[in-house]
C-alpha cells in the first residue's frame, strides 16, 4: 500500500468530504433535477480527489469544490441555457418589499409561513447569473471575493447580481405569500 | 468638531445593508453604517428586515441533505481511484 495514497485519502475525507451536503445543494440549483445533482456532485467530488494535490491547504476548500462543480456542470450539464430566467430581476432591483408590508408585518413573519419547495421554486425561477451568486452566498457561505473567483467576475459584480437576487427572491415570495392569503397586500 | 466617524444619509446607508450583513464591509464603514443605524429608527426597521430575510432564505436553502447513497457511492469511487494510483 502507497502511503502516500493513504494520507491522501485521511485528508480529502477529513476536509472536503464533510461539504457534500453544500455540493449537493448548490448541484441541485444549478442542474435543477436530482438524478443530474447526484451525478454532477459525484463527478466534483472525484474530479477533486483527483486533483487534490492542486487544492491550496490553507484556502477555503468549499469554493475550490465549487469551482469544480461549476466548471463540470457548465462543460458537461449545461443543456438549457435558459433554465431559470422567468424572473425579470431589472424589475425589482431598487425595491425592498418592507415598504409593503411595514404597516402589517414589519418583521416579515409571513415568510416563516413559506415551505421550503417554495423557496427552493423560487430560487431557481432567477436567471442563472443570479441565482449561482444567491447560492454561493445564502448556501455555501462565500465570501464576495471566493465567489467572484468561483464564477470569474469582478466583486463589483458579484455584489450587484447578489443584491438583485436577493430583492428579486424576495418579491417572488411575497407575491407568492399574498396568494396564498399569508398576508394582505397593502393598498397605497 | 467633527465626529471621527463620516456620517452616511439614509440612502448611502441603505445601499450598504447586504454587505454589512455578509460582513463585507471595511471596519470604518461598518461602523459608520451602524451609527446611522442607532441615529435613524427608519433604517434600522428595513435593515432589521433584511436581516430577518437573510436568515430565513439560508435556513431554507439548507434543508436540503444529500442522499445517504451518494457519500457511499463516492468513497467507494474513492477506494477503486486510490488502488488504481497504488498500480
Ligand atoms: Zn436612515
Redesign the pocket.
Known sequence: MDPGADEKRRAFEKEAVPHLDTVYRVALRLAGDQTQAEDLAQDTMLKAYGAWHQYQRGTNVRAWLLTILRHTFINQYRRDKQRGNTVDVTEYEKFTVFHEVQEVDPEGRFFDQIVDEEVLRAIDSLPEEFRECLVLSDMADLSYAEIAEVVNVPVGTVKSRLFRARQALQRELYEYAVEAGYIKRSVR | MNSKRPTL??QE??RRFHELLDNELTPDVEAAVRQ?LE??A??MAVFEFEEAFKRFVALRARSTEAPADLKQRILGQLDISSAAHDE
Open positions: 444619509d439614509c446607508a441603505a446611522h441615529d435613524c427608519d433604517c
